[in-house]
Every structure is written in C-alpha cells, then in structure tokens.
C-alpha cells in the first residue's frame, strides 16, 4: 500500500469513526445545538437518551408546564413510535423522516376542552367541557417544496360550553357534537369548525407568515345565542392571531 492510499484510509476511517460517535453519542450533548434549531417560543428543558429511542421535556410559551416526548423506532425502515403528554392533553402516534419528506400519524389524542382559557383571558372569554378526541390526523411536509403536502383528520367534541362577555356582563352557550375537520386550501393547513348539522361555524388557517387567520362564520355567532341580522355567505368577522 502507497504512503497516498494509507492516508486517505485513515482519512476514511477517521471521518467514518467520527460519524458514528455522533450518532451514537447522549443526545444531552447535542442539546445547544438542537435548541438552535427551535422557535423563539420553545425551550428545550431537557433532553435524553439516543435519536431512536428517548425522552425530552420542553416548555412552550403560554402554556403552564413542560410537555414530555418520548419516542422509540422499532428497526430502521420502520416509523418512530411516539408519545406526547401533558397535564391538558395526551397523545400518540408515529413519525417517519427521509431526505424529501416528514411524515406524522395522530393515532390518538385527547386535549382537554380548557387548554387554551389562559390565552383567552384577555378577552374574557373561557371553554369548558369534555376533551377533544383526535381520530385520526396525517401530515406530510416537502423539504423540497418547504410546504406541508398532506394534512387531513378529523376529531370531534361530545359537549362543551362557552362563556362569553357581551357588554359588562357574561353569557355562555352549550352545544353538542361539533367536529373538527383537517385539510388542505391552496396549500396550506385549514381547520373547519362543523356542527352537529354540518354547518360551517369557524375556521383557522395557517398563513405564509407563520401567523393563524380565524374565521368565525354568522352561524357561530347564533350557535353563541347572539343574532346575526347580516348575511349569512360571509364571515361575522376575522383576525389574525400568532401561534405562540
């Protein structure tokens, strides 16, 4: 062997070693550098074990407490197993990576019906009832594109009430069997509201600005035990909100 062939070996096996020394390493020790990668509003509070199987805590800005990922792979050209859980909500489901695209399956996810009162305090506004049932969700996002290219499910809420200021005092509405219906418009994920007689009440999409566009249509605001003397083809009204 030539003094060039023995130094490109060892070149080989040097880079080869490294490789495999990251991959096997704590993911403790990539904690900074997954961090980077995070929205502003996400802190990893802590993260161990191996990419194929372990266990993270993060904390997410408006929400009280850590929420806990666990994630398992069961062989190498198989989806990750993962599970989500938190005091308000629980989840489970699988996840598969490639060099084109991210795929995500929701086998099973419950979010309790007051989640999100914090966020809605200001405007005095708060939800109670039974937990949201996800049946099932799929996504699909393209590297290349930058954009998802599947999003669909369906989850549904048994009963729940609303309460609502109007003026200086406070109302609240019950109802019954609403759904939530996962898809695609122009490209974007959009979340339509259902009743129990399938009329659209409120929808949220995800806009290029990485901000949600609500959507609260008349029927809403009857659902709500308002009247509505408009139209009823047009939105009651829309605004736009961040997602943290």
């Known amino acids: 062997m030539g003094r060039?062939?023995?130094?490109?070996?060892?070149?080989?096996?040097?880079a080869v070693a490294g490789i495999v020394a990251a991959a096997y390493a704590p993911l403790s020790h990539w904690k900074s550098s997954i961090q980077r990668q995070l929205p502003r509003d996400v802190y990893l509070k802590d993260i161990s074990g191996h990419w194929w199987r372990g266990n993270a805590q993060v904390e997410v800005h408006n929400l009280?407490?850590?929420?806990?990922?666990?994630?398992?792979?069961?062989?190498?050209?198989?989806?990750?197993?993962?599970?989500?859980?938190?005091?308000?909500?629980?989840?489970?489901?699988?996840?598969?990576?490639?060099?084109?695209?991210?795929?995500?399956?929701?086998?099973?996810?419950n979010l309790e019906a007051d989640t999100f009162n914090g966020l809605m305090k200001r405007e005095r506004i708060e939800v109670q009832g039974a937990p949201v049932m996800v049946e099932r969700w799929y996504l699909e996002w393209s590297h290349a594109e930058q954009a998802f290219t599947q999003f669909r499910g369906v989850a549904n809420w048994s009963d729940g009430e609303i309460q609502y200021p109007v003026g200086r005092t406070l109302r609240s509405a019950r109802f019954s069997d609403w759904q939530l219906l996962g898809r695609l418009d122009s490209g974007a994920p959009d979340l339509q509201l259902r009743s129990e007689a399938n009329t659209n009440l409120a929808g949220v999409k995800l806009l290029p600005s990485n901000e949600l566009e609500v959507t609260v249509m008349p029927s809403m605001v009857e659902a709500l035990g308002q009247r509505w003397n408009g139209s009823q083809d047009y939105p009651a009204f829309v605004m736009v909100q961040p997602i943290l």
């Open 64 to 109: 009280k407490g850590a929420v806990s990922v666990n994630w398992a792979l069961g062989s190498l050209f198989e989806p990750f197993n993962w599970q989500v859980s938190h005091s308000k909500f629980r989840g489970f489901g699988q996840a598969q990576a490639s060099l084109d695209t991210i795929k995500f399956w929701i086998e099973g996810f």
């Open 4 to 14: 060039k062939a023995a130094i490109v070996l060892v070149i080989w096996f040097v």
